[in-house]
């Protein structure tokens, strides 16, 4: 069983940074692709930055040049590092892992992580 616990959302200044993380857990898994999507309230969750197994990396316009996201491989996690934040970026943000145990590949979420930006 593969378990994501995602940390470090919380409530920051317009213009402030903060740093989100995915740790994967779970028995002789190997990790593809990371997603971090976001849903504000009252809209629909959206794709904000991809990070696929070759390491290309893809953003929402929105974010580009402010949001950076990686992965550490040896930890099994996940980071979305958001700068310059605004209070457009207020949302619950979720990572999706795209895992492969033996044979199988399957999608995992996040439970997310509430970040807000005030103005």
């Known amino acids: 069983q593969v378990q994501l616990v995602e940390s470090g959302g919380g409530l920051v200044q317009s213009g402030g940074s903060l740093r989100l993380s995915c740790a994967v857990s779970g028995r002789a898994f190997s990790i593809q692709s990371v997603d971090w999507y976001r849903q504000a309230p009252g809209k629909q969750r959206e794709l904000v930055a991809s990070?696929?197994?070759?390491?290309?990396?893809n953003y929402i316009d929105s974010v580009k040049g402010r949001f950076t996201i990686s992965r550490d491989n040896a930890n099994y996690t996940a980071y979305l590092q958001m700068n310059s934040l605004k209070p457009a970026d207020t949302a619950v943000y979720y990572c999706?892992?795209?895992?492969?145990?033996?044979?199988?590949?399957?999608?995992?979420w996040g439970q997310g992580t509430q970040v807000t930006v005030s103005s």
């Open positions: 999706n892992v795209l895992v492969v145990v033996g044979t199988r590949t399957t999608n995992y």
């Open positions: 990070l696929t197994s070759g390491g290309r990396t």
